[in-house]
């Protein structure tokens, strides 16, 4: 008897993977069919603030195709609409977004949204930096030279954070208080939670990461601190078989009143993240 | 401490509750690596088995090319297939790049040497003990190749199940390739990585949870059939 | 269609790398004859067999089927250890009718009437790994002989086997002699080479010692091997047991 469901068990299960296996087979090669969609290129911050989740429901709504996000580094999201892999690129890094533009890569620039970022680090603030000046506060952990997380992955956040350091004129910061992760907003928090370190971060991301152990907000409020969002269509004329149309309506959604309303109704906590600011 | 228990609590709950994010993930992981373990073996088996018993030119050095392929890094091959998938690489025009298509030629190309690396040892050893009957019996080597693929059926079952295990397991080559768009190419493995960096336990665990689970699974069957082989099958 | 036989080899010599297990062997067979190839360990018995089936290719010497080079189908062998596919006994059968282009309905009664005739019917749905050594065997036996062959060749058949199976794969071979089937059998069993096989050809070191009817070389044997040889005394791989070459 017992011989007998050994062998029905083995017989069922090769039966079932086989069938499972078709199954698959087909369902994956299938998938790939369906074109009505958008492939939009943005960044990791924008992703892991969940600003997608909320946002996209609506736009398929509105518009009738999905749209699909790919989210890594600004620099990264750019180099993918250079080779063609986007129709839309939803970034914030103006200096790149421009020089994209005149690579001939974009088609034109909307400012859409933006948020700020803000300094987070240890909340007993060794170094003194918590207030409103930016560029202060970077000067104060150079000088302590106090841990400093980094994400150090040409994302425009990155960017950011250069450009400020700049502005300290501590260009480059250097030392092994200063730490470069290579990685995208969530795991430099991460990082930073785990050393105890201060960090440059975007609203959004902080206030949906989990992870804070002792770190809190020091430093926010300062108008430097401004993120601004810009959104581009893929050059049609550098790829031709960019979805043109429906690009520019995903765009044109976005800087409607409904896709500016939708952005803003956006909140973690009941605090709003992005600021919508499209001016025709 | 704390934190952890109370997300493997939510974690459980994600689990039990059904929630239909969390299994969509899982059942888009299931079909993908279920399809590119079913390619994977239907080179590979007869691959493999091929290179066991057929001795032609440049053998050693398919061998050897086998192996390499073998240790090669998962990240790697993501990157080659998604230079070729790319609209700027030979086969843009395809235009399956960041869909499940191409999470599937990746993890293929990822499970196809692993299949045929280790049928080709099994095949190897059984025909060590058949050739010569099956020889005297008038069955060439490619004809060989199907039988040793019927006979060896239990432990090349097993392979199967490692292929199906190596796929569902990678995440970097899946990451590249795919995009780890929501709703679309997002996989268990890939959804663990970006809610741990976001610092968000409770769907990782849950999805880690429910992975491991698989991967237990197929190891326990792969373990019984062995056995049960082993014991009176014959 | 020419006849296959005479089976004859010519100065048949096969080497490995360094060593020479056969050395200018000289081999003939008869439509319907019985032959025992004999020999200690390392005496070439299991090469030869290989070698003349087509299993080795010889390093020189020739081997003519009936006057031509071309090797017929028409042989089978089987060997000391059975080797059975993980599927019924019947299946088994089929699939060696399936090779050699037997298909169809005929194909499923010729596989039930091979393993009536050995007395396995009663297995035809059992896995075939499951039966005894003797029945498996036996099985092997069936399987040969439901391809029709004009030789077969065996290889120490009986050695794995206790002495029943061994009986009853004897009865089996005698049977197929009977239906008209030339067997080469290599065997360290004298009882069983006595019963079947009409003549002895006696290796030692790859060379044939001797070649005597049968009936005469058990109690006659024609050489000093021979002798030596029934007496248990023949030196295994060339290193003497103590007694010097006479």
């Avoid at chain 3, 070191?205 to 007496?231: C, I, N, Q, W």
């Amino acid at each position: 008897m017992e011989r007998y469901l050994a062998r029905l068990y083995a017989r069922v299960s090769i039966a079932w993977i086989v069938a499972a296996f078709i199954v698959a087979a087909l369902l994956a090669s299938t998938g790939a069919q369906a074109q009505d969609f958008i492939t939009v290129a943005s960044t990791t911050s924008t992703e892991q603030s969940g600003l997608f989740r909320h946002l996209l429901p609506e736009a398929r709504k509105a518009l009738g195709f999905d749209v699909r996000v790919v989210a890594v580094g600004t620099g990264q999201a750019l180099d993918m609409g250079r080779r063609g892999d986007a129709d839309v690129e939803f970034v914030h890094d103006k200096v790149a977004e421009e020089k994209f533009l005149a690579e001939g890569f974009g088609v034109k620039r909307y400012e859409v949204m933006y948020n700020d970022f803000m300094i987070v680090g240890p909340k007993d603030d060794p170094v003194g930096a918590k207030g409103r000046d930016v560029i202060s506060a970077l000067k104060k952990i150079a000088e302590k030279q106090s841990p400093f997380a980094s994400r150090g992955d040409k994302s425009g956040t990155d960017a950011a954070e250069k450009r400020y350091w700049k502005m300290a004129s501590i260009e480059p910061p250097k030392g092994g208080w200063y730490r470069e992760t290579g990685s995208g907003m969530g795991p430099t928090l991460n990082a930073a939670a785990g050393m105890n370190a201060y960090a440059l971060t975007d609203r959004g991301t902080w206030l949906s990461f989990k992870n804070r152990a002792d770190l809190a907000i020091l430093v926010e409020g300062d108008e430097k601190l401004f993120n601004q969002y810009g959104v581009m269509l893929v050059n049609p004329a550098k790829h031709p078989h960019v979805k043109k149309e429906m690009g520019q309506k995903f765009i044109d959604w976005l800087v409607s009143p409904a896709g500016q309303q939708a952005i803003a109704a956006y909140r973690i906590d009941g605090e709003q993240l992005f600021f919508p600011d499209y001016k025709p | 401490m704390h934190d952890i228990l109370a997300s493997f609590a939510l974690a459980v709950r994600l689990i039990a509750g059904g929630d239909p994010e969390l299994w969509r993930i899982v059942i888009l992981s299931l079909e993908v690596s279920l399809a590119s373990a079913f390619f994977a073996c239907a080179i590979g088996l007869p691959l493999g088995t091929f290179i066991a018993v057929r001795d032609f030119p440049g053998r050693h050095a398919v061998v050897v090319m086998l192996n390499a392929l073998l240790g090669l890094p998962s990240v790697v091959v993501g990157l080659v297939v998604y230079l070729l998938l790319s609209r700027a690489g030979p086969l843009g025009s395809m235009g399956i790049l960041f869909t499940p298509s191409a999470i599937v030629i990746a993890q293929t190309l990822l499970v196809l040497p692993l299949v045929a690396a280790l049928s080709r040892q099994f095949a190897e050893d059984a025909w060590r003990e058949y050739r010569e009957q099956l020889t005297s019996l008038g069955v060439s080597p490619a004809r060989a190749v199907p039988t040793l693929l019927w006979d060896l059926r239990i432990t090349l079952f097993t392979v199967v199940l490692a292929g199906f295990g190596r796929g569902a397991s990678e995440v970097g080559a899946v990451m590249i390739v795919g995009g780890n768009i929501d709703g679309v190419t997002r996989v268990m493995t890939t959804s663990i990585a970006l809610e741990t960096s976001k610092g968000d336990l409770p769907l990782a665990l849950g999805l880690g949870v429910i992975l491991l689970t698989i991967v237990l699974a197929l190891n326990a069957l792969a373990f019984a059939i062995r056995e049960w082989s082993a014991h009176g099958h014959g | 269609m020419a006849d296959i036989f005479p089976l004859r080899a010519r100065s048949l010599t096969v080497r490995f790398g360094d060593s020479t297990v056969l050395h200018r062997v000289a081999f003939e067979l008869a439509d319907g004859a019985r032959i025992a190839v004999l020999g200690s360990n390392g005496a070439g018995k299991s090469v030869l067999l290989r070698t003349l089936h087509g299993l080795i290719e010889p390093t020189a010497g020739e081997i003519t089927w009936g006057g031509s080079a071309w090797r017929p189908r028409e042989q089978a062998m089987v060997f000391q250890r059975p080797v059975v596919l993980r599927r019924s006994a019947l299946a088994n059968i089929e699939y060696a009718l399936a090779v050699n282009g037997v298909s169809g309905p005929k194909r499923r009664q010729r596989a039930r009437e091979a393993l009536e005739r050995v007395a396995l019917g009663y297995t035809a749905e059992r896995p075939a790994r499951v039966l005894s050594g003797g029945e498996q065997q036996r099985l092997a036996l069936a399987r040969a002989w439901a391809l029709s062959p004009r030789v077969l060749f065996l290889d120490e058949p009986t050695a794995s086997l206790d002495p029943r199976s061994a009986t009853e794969v004897e009865r089996v071979i005698g049977e197929i002699h009977a239906s008209g089937t030339a067997i080469v059998v290599a065997t360290h069993a004298l009882g069983f080479a006595r019963r079947m096989s009409d003549e002895v050809v006696l290796l030692a070191d790859g060379e044939v010692a001797e070649r005597t009817p049968s009936a005469r070389f058990f109690t006659d044997p024609e050489t000093p091997e021979g002798e030596r040889f029934l007496k248990g005394e023949l030196p295994w791989n060339g290193i003497s047991h103590g007694s010097t070459r006479a």
